[in-house]
């Protein structure tokens, strides 16, 4: 009689474990899958641009370039203007690249000016009353 009982614990045994195996097996198949969603191109972008986005810098540092770089410009363009001249193009082109890292090393300083001449330019207007 033990042996009957033997063959079908044994025949359980094997079940359980099958079942086991077909379970992990696929959650390895669907976190393959995850992993490989994961790893497309654009996940990794979307990701990546989220991580920048948040980031408490992030703003500061696009408008500090964005400032370095308009100013730079705008000095290249009013020493060179409409002028063909090659040596004056070379010069605007030093004077932007001399300009914008200037700019860009003192970006907080360029900031508070800005906002300074802003709130002057923008400033309410208070009425003066002659009180005799």
Wanted: aromatic share 6%; hydrophobic share 40%.
């Amino acid at each position: 009689m033990e042996k009957i009982n033997y063959v079908a614990k044994l025949k359980s045994d094997i079940q359980i474990l099958e079942e086991e195996q077909r379970v992990k097996g696929q959650q390895l198949k669907d976190q393959l899958y995850r992993t490989y969603e994961s790893f497309k191109p654009a996940k990794l972008l979307g990701l990546t641009m989220k991580e920048m986005v948040a980031s408490p810098h992030f703003v500061d540092n696009v408008i500090d370039t964005g400032i370095s770089l308009a100013t730079g410009y705008l000095s290249r363009r009013i020493v060179v203007g409409a002028s063909g001249n090659i040596i004056r193009k070379l010069l605007g082109t030093i004077l932007q690249v001399g300009v914008t890292k200037i700019v860009a090393q003192h970006s907080d300083t360029v900031k508070s000016f800005g906002k300074l001449a802003l709130r002057q330019i923008f400033r309410k207007k208070t009425k003066k009353t002659d009180i005799s």
